[in-house]
């Protein structure tokens, strides 16, 4: 039988499920969560259609979900993003999965439906593709969906501006805004996968390197603190005063793009902006210089701009393109200037991710006990399911937190209220 799913090539399955077992056993929150409730079975009777990044990370979340009891059916975000191995795994372990790489548009809404086919109770989106499905193709699913969780974002900003327009059908709770979420993911996620990339595409000595960071928002300032544990004189460029301020007694030189541009070796942005390298900085560039971007898709980088001034362009390395400028300086450009922790390693780490879907498992959770009790609205993640989060992480890491005692609460409590 086939018809349960739709991957690019069975065979795989070996391959991924043993990169699923590495990722399991460097996600122990929701390991943790998983013998805690497999008893319970919170989910049984649970539908739930789910449209995420088909990798290790996710394979643990999507077999979670089914040992706490629910049915599961599974497509991808982004057609390059899924991991055939990965798709091939979960189709082999009895889940309902429509997914490979480089599906094209029209197949990609295609899997979205075949994920819609059961009947769903709870949705699981990452850029609210499969809700917006719901609220345009499938309407008459909403009366039965119980609620939504979104993983990002842009999601969010899309759910929140429908709730306002009074268009929302079901409860969506904003996953991304819980601060165990998106704190660690662009922090410590990206800041770690970032400097992988950069590796795995040069394996250039990080030591003694003039890294500069364009941004000190939280991605920013993740790739600047790991670029200094490995020995890096880090620089950071900024528009905003309070960032600036921030990066400086950071530890890190503050400068204009035009000054770091002539001493740098290596670049990355992380601002969200377009256009912050561009032809006057490749200008003034070192031979041998580094470039990449973690930021915005690819617009940070003025590519063209470095194209019109090479004599002659190689792909010297996988993930390393080499333009060599009619001065004979040569210039690398990482990952054609796309997000070079994605696209030149794999994403957030096991570990960061345990965090982001420990949030979406207890997210659904709470959706299927509240039944129909939640208002129709974005609503975000309790400050104690946050807390639970990092409370559980701490414990699987074997740390242990001191206790207020009564006096001291009652101390804090007349304090606050200013005697
Ligand atoms: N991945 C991705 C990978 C390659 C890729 C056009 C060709 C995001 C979050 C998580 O977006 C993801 N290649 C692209 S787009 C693209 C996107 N192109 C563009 O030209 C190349 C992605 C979440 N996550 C982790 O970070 C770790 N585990 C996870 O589940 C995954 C993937």
Not at 59 to 85: E, I, K, M, Y
Not at 377 to 385: G, N, S
Request: glycine share 8%.
């Amino acid at each position: 039988m086939t018809d349960h799913y739709q991957v690019k090539d069975l065979s795989l399955a070996d391959a991924g499920m043993m990169r699923i077992s590495w990722a399991e056993s460097r996600m122990p929150v929701l390991h943790t969560l998983r013998e805690r409730y497999r008893q319970q079975q919170p989910l049984k009777g649970m539908r739930i259609a789910g449209c995420l990044h088909v990798t290790k990370e996710t394979a643990v979340l999507v077999r979670t979900l089914r040992d706490c009891g629910a049915d599961v059916s599974w497509s991808g975000c982004n057609p390059l993003s899924t991991q055939d191995d990965i798709a091939a795994a979960l189709a082999a372990d009895g889940i309902s999965i429509y997914a490979w790489h480089g599906m094209s548009v029209p197949e990609f809404y295609w899997a979205i439906d075949q994920t819609l086919k059961f009947s769903p109770t709870l949705t699981l989106d990452d850029g609210a593709d499969l809700i917006m499905r719901v609220h345009t193709e499938r309407t008459d699913l909403a009366a039965g969906l119980l609620g939504g969780t979104e993983e990002t974002t842009t999601g969010v900003h899309r759910l929140r501006a429908m709730s306002d327009a009074g268009k929302l059908l079901y409860p969506v709770v904003a996953v991304n805004d819980a601060e165990t979420k998106w704190d660690f993911d662009n922090v410590y996620g990206t800041g770690q996968s970032s400097l992988d990339g950069i590796l795995r595409a040069t394996s250039v000595l990080l030591a003694g390197k003039r890294f500069v960071v364009a941004g000190y928002g939280h991605c920013g300032k993740g790739c600047a603190i790991r670029a200094k544990g490995a020995g890096c004189h880090t620089i950071v460029t900024e528009v905003k005063p309070t960032a600036a301020l921030k990066a400086t007694l950071d530890g890190h030189q503050v400068m204009t793009m035009d000054e770091a541009a002539v001493i740098g070796d290596i670049f990355i942005t992380a601002t969200g902006m377009r256009d912050v390298i561009s032809g006057r900085h490749f200008d003034l560039m070192k031979d041998g210089a580094i470039v990449c971007n973690t930021g915005h898709y690819d617009v940070e980088i003025r590519i063209p701009e470095l194209e019109q001034r090479a004599k002659s362009v190689r792909t010297i390395r996988p993930n390393c393109e080499e333009y060599t400028l009619a001065d004979g300086r040569r210039i690398f450009l990482l990952a054609k200037g796309r997000l070079v922790n994605l696209a030149a390693a794999e994403g957030h780490p096991s570990e960061v991710m345990d965090m982001s879907f420990a949030n979406q498992f207890l997210s659904l959770v709470r959706l299927a006990t509240a039944g129909k009790r939640l208002e129709v609205r974005v609503h975000d993640v309790p400050v104690e399911q946050d807390e639970e989060v990092a409370r559980l992480k701490l414990q699987t890491m074997g740390i242990t937190l001191d206790v207020l005692t009564q006096k001291q609460i009652e101390y804090a409590t007349d304090y606050l209220a200013g005697t």
